[in-house]
Structure formats: structure tokens, C-alpha cells
């Protein structure tokens, strides 16, 4: 007969083969938390960065080729879990996971970061598009664009507008934007946000609402500093509302 201590232990939890679609920070923790747990961790990533950040478990990098090829892998590799901790705006893998976890006959987590909620003090014009957010931006205005280095030429038509960009990695090709200044580096703390937009002297700082901690700084700096935040809103069907 069990004893009692032996009655009072949880069951152990059988270890998974998880593929993690990641690219973000919470899916690089969630990998350490997984492998911690003692689960045959994957992650995925679309090879947009450069020099990506260690993660735990294993690493594959590039594109599936689309939703079956995906699921072809998740088969052949014999995954029982998928998990989705990609970044809210990055909508096509998000999609694929959908069907190829059907296909492949997975379940699949979706883990997609919570959006920034307004508080007040916040002074956020709300747009619901990248070609919103260039247009609404007033003749004279000084705009920080936190925004990907594909998102930026967008705003290249607005020549009454001056731009400061930051990024990470360098741009492959110059950007098309008639006035700016590019900074490189990542987003800091409140008081270093709050310093850089003083010493560009920004006006209005334009942002999509990718919810997050590593880049929320920059909305309290700005709430200090009494500037507008346009703030693009997310893709129609959020999961993570
Ligand atoms: P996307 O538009 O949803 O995806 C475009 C294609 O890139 C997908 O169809 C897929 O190619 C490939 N892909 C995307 N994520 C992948 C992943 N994790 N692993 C393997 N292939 C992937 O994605 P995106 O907006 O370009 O974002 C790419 C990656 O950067 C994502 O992992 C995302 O988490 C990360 N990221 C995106 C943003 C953003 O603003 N969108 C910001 C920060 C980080 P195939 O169809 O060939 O499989």
C-alpha cells in the first residue's frame, strides 16, 4: 500500500517536445522556464536579428516555408506542444500556428503580450494604421518613431515633420526620411527615456501598442513630460485582449 507521503506527491509532469515561436523577450523566458521544468525545448526565430540573445534549449532559425511546411516539421520532428510567444503585430506566423497546429494535430498555447492600457495622465492619440499615425502628426512636430526599421518609410512623405529614429541593428539600406536623426540603442529606464526626449526636444512620440515591459518606459516618460503618444493600435483579432 502507498503511504501517505507517497499519496501527497503531485504526479509528475510527463516532459513535452515544445516548439516556442519566439522573437521576443517573454518567449526567451518562457524557453529557460520550460527547460528548467525539463521539457525538449525548441525555439524558432524568424532570423530578423542579427545577433539574437542566448536562449535556453535549442535554437532553429529562418521561415518554414508557410503553414503545412510548418506543420510537416512539427510532424517529423515528433513536437507535442507549440507555443505562440511571438510579437503581437507579427501576424503570419501567428496565423500559421493556428493551422498547422491543426494539421499537425498539436495543441497550441498562445502567449502574445498583454496591450498597454491608458492611465491617466496619458495622452494618447489613438490610430489604428502606420499611414494614421504619419498623417495626424502636426507641420513643425519632432517625433520619436519606436517603431521597426521597416515601419519607417512609411512616414518618408512628411518633410514638415522631424524624425529621430532609434534601432537596434543598422539599417540595410538608408532611410528615405528627408529630416531625422538615428540613435542606436535600446530602449532605457524612465529618467533616461525622459532625458533623451528632452535633449531631442520631441514633441510627440509614436509607438504601437505591442504591450511588454522592456519598452513601457517611454509611455511614463512621456506621461511626465506632458507629450502625446500616437499609439497604433493592434491587429483586428488580438488573442491577448
Ligand atoms: P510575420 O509577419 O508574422 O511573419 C512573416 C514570416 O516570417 C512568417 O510567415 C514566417 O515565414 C516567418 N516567421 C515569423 N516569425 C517566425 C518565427 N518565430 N520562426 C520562424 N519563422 C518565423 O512576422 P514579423 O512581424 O516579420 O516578425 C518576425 C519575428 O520577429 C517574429 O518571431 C516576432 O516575434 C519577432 N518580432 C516582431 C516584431 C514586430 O513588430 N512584428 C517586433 C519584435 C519581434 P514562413 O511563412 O516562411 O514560415
Sequence with gaps: ????????????????????????????????????????????????????EPIAGK??????????KLAAFLTREGFTRMIDATHP???KISANAIEA???????????LRKPWRKIPGDQW??????????????????????LGSQHINVFASRDDVHFVVRMVDKPEEPLTLP????????PGDVASE???FASHR??????????????????AAARELGLPVVMIQRPILDKAE
Design 101 to 111: 497546429a491543426a494539421i499537425a494535430n498539436i495543441p497550441l498555447d498562445i502567449r
Design 125 to 146: 492619440i489613438e490610430v489604428m494604421s502606420l499611414e494614421e499615425a504619419r498623417d495626424i502628426l502636426p507641420t513643425g512636430a519632432r517625433a520619436l518613431l519606436a
Design 89 to 91: 503585430f507579427a501576424e
Design 202 to 219: 520631441l514633441t510627440h512620440i509614436v509607438s504601437r501598442n505591442s504591450g511588454g515591459k522592456g519598452a513601457q518606459a517611454k509611455l
Design 1 to 52: 500500500m502507498a503511504s501517505k507521503a507517497e499519496k501527497k506527491k503531485k504526479p509528475e509532469k510527463v516532459p513535452e517536445k515544445i516548439l516556442i515561436l519566439g522573437g521576443t523577450r517573454e518567449a526567451s523566458i518562457l524557453a529557460g522556464e520550460l527547460v528548467a521544468a525539463g521539457h525538449d525545448v525548441s525555439t524558432s526565430l524568424a532570423g530578423r536579428t542579427k545577433e539574437p
Design 59 to 68: 535554437l532553429r532559425i529562418g521561415g518554414f516555408g508557410g503553414a503545412e
Design 179 to 186: 529630416r531625422h536623426d538615428v540613435i542606436m540603442m535600446k
Design 194 to 196: 525622459k532625458a533623451l
